[in-house]
């Protein structure tokens, strides 16, 4: 346990200390200021403006969130091996630290910017039409949906060496779901039909008990994803 500690801090405090982890925050805490200065000023409704900002970054975003972790294990392998022995971990535990590190950081950068974002948005008066419950089950469907993809990039880092690669096929993979999911939600091919329903979920139109085995079953694979990055790295011949 000491080990996989030490593997989870070190790797944490490597994504940290990252140049492409900072840029992306400054960058989406500048466009969450952009946003909050956008619903104050223009007659939008606030649902509308968070929706669409929300659907940006799961789709632009999700390439930052590949690169992320698609080296959790890729980038390293040529002395894996070693590195591993030479601390008396097993594969398993190794990416099951190095997952975990790269799930935290990513919902870490979410969050800090998008619970301030949304506060801000909350406290306004002309234009708001968002609710604190209606934000609070929003966000947490994109930090399913965030957790989903860094698991999935995980994956691929187990058992293919090459990060560029990694990343190539799960930025396919992913593009590919978001797509069809968005073709299914869509109610027209307007600014506001795009959306689908995130728009009334941050509005709380919503029945919570519709939602929760909604919520039961986006944790599925979140946990069949971990589970599948740790046999299938426990099984490779380092």
């Known amino acids: 346990m000491g080990a996989l500690v030490t593997i989870f801090v070190e790797d944490l405090n490597m994504l940290i200390r990252s140049w492409l982890v900072w840029i992306w925050f400054f960058v989406t805490a500048g466009s969450a200021i952009a946003a909050v200065m956008v619903s104050a000023s223009f007659t939008d409704t606030t649902s509308f403006i968070l929706a669409w900002g929300l659907t940006l970054y799961v ?47 990513v919902l870490a950068l979410f969050l800090s910017v998008t619970i301030p974002a949304t506060g801000a948005m909350l406290i306004q008066g002309e234009g708001n039409d968002l609710t604190l419950t209606g934000t609070v089950l929003g966000l947490t469907y994109v930090s399913l949906a965030l957790s989903t993809l860094v698991l999935l990039t995980v994956l691929f880092s187990s058992f293919i060496n090459n990060m560029m690669l990694t990343s190539v096929i799960a930025l396919l ?16 091919f307007s600014p506001d039909g795009l959306l689908g329903q995130l728009p009334r979920i ?8 519709d939602n929760w085995p909604i919520l039961v079953i986006s944790l599925i694979p979140i946990f069949v994803l971990g589970a599948l990055s740790v046999l299938v790295f426990q099984r490779r011949d380092l």
């Open 173 to 188: 993979i992913w593009y590919v779901v978001i797509a069809g999911y968005a073709l299914t939600q869509i109610n027209e």
């Open 59 to 105: 789709s632009l975003g999700s390439f930052v969130i590949i690169v992320i972790a698609a080296n959790a294990a890729s980038g390293e392998m040529s002395y894996l091996g070693e590195s591993i022995m030479s601390r008396g971990l097993t594969p398993g535990s190794y990416i099951l630290a190095k997952l975990t590190s790269r799930l935290i950081t």
């Open 202 to 209: 941050l509005q709380g139109n919503f029945q919570m008990g």
